[in-house]
T-cell receptor, first 120, second 112 residues
Framework: GAVVSQHPSWVICKSGTSVKIECRSLDFQATTMFWYRQFPKQSLMLMATSNEGSKATYEQGVEKDKFLINHASLTLSTLTVTSAHPEDSSFYIC????????????????FGEGSRLTVL | GDSVTQMEGPVTLSEEAFLTINCTYTATGYPSLFWYVQYPGEGLQLLLKATKADDKGSNKGFEATYRKETTSFHLEKGSVQVSDSAVYFCALRNSGTYKYIFGTGTRLKVLA
């Protein structure tokens, strides 16, 4: 199946610093990528939808200035947690939607392995 | 709004036991239904899916049937293995959108 890779898989940072997480579709072009946040023992919460070449669409309650999303190419989307605080510590997961021309199942969602952020 | 409700875990079973993880949903329209599995330290992987009523999704011995009348998509496996230990998420995607709504996940632990 199609592969989505996230980097880094885990990161520890000091409060007040910014952290960037990359999400790459390795063998297909992803016109749309999604960013989720997963709290312990809770479901995945959709944070934003990222379309290549346009501004991300954020879900209600998600701070745009806090969680900057850039989808610069058909294979890369980045999530930057700005001025991170301990409450931002979480597991962040990206997913990418396969397109009809890319060989991946059309419309099927492929998930990255997740990035665990710990803010001290 | 759309929602997915899963049975709370953790579920602990002995190897070769029968597994059922309940999932019910609320949605407008005609959603597609999914089961995803998350192994320790990994991302979610699609386990199986069903796109319309009465469809049965199956993979790796797991099955789930899309029941519109009971708005359910229960996951079953006749004989679980230790390697099935993971967190299982039920999800829906409504027609006309690529947004997925996930349940809270059910942790399965299979003992040898």
């Amino acid at each position: 199946g199609a592969v989505v890779s996230q980097h880094p898989s885990w990161v520890i940072c000091k409060s007040g610093t910014s952290v960037k997480i990359e999400c790459r579709s390795l063998d297909f072009q992803a016109t749309t990528m999604f960013w989720y946040r997963q709290f312990p023992k809770q479901s995945l919460m959709l944070m934003a939808t990222s379309n290549e070449g346009s501004k991300a669409t954020y879900e209600q309650g998600v701070e745009k200035d806090k969680f900057l999303i850039n989808h610069a190419s058909l294979t890369l989307s980045t999530l930057t947690v700005t001025s991170a605080h301990p409450e931002d510590s979480s597991f962040y997961i990206c997913s990418a939607r396969g397109g009809a021309l890319a060989g991946a199942g059309f419309g099927e969602l492929f998930f990255g392995e997740g990035s665990r952020l710990t803010v001290l | 709004g759309d929602s997915v409700t899963q049975m709370e875990g953790p579920v602990t079973l002995s190897e070769e036991a029968f597994l059922t993880i309940n999932c019910t949903y609320t949605a407008t329209g005609y959603p597609s239904l999914f089961w995803y599995v998350q192994y320790p330290g990994e991302g979610l992987q699609l386990l199986l899916k069903a796109t319309k009523a009465d469809d049965k999704g199956s993979n790796k011995g797991f099955e789930a049937t899309y029941r519109k009348e009971t708005t359910s998509f229960h996951l079953e496996k006749g004989s679980v293995q230790v390697s099935d230990s993971a967190v299982y998420f039920c999800a829906l995607r409504n027609s006309g959108t690529y947004k997925y709504i996930f349940g809270t996940g059910t942790r399965l632990k299979v003992l040898a």
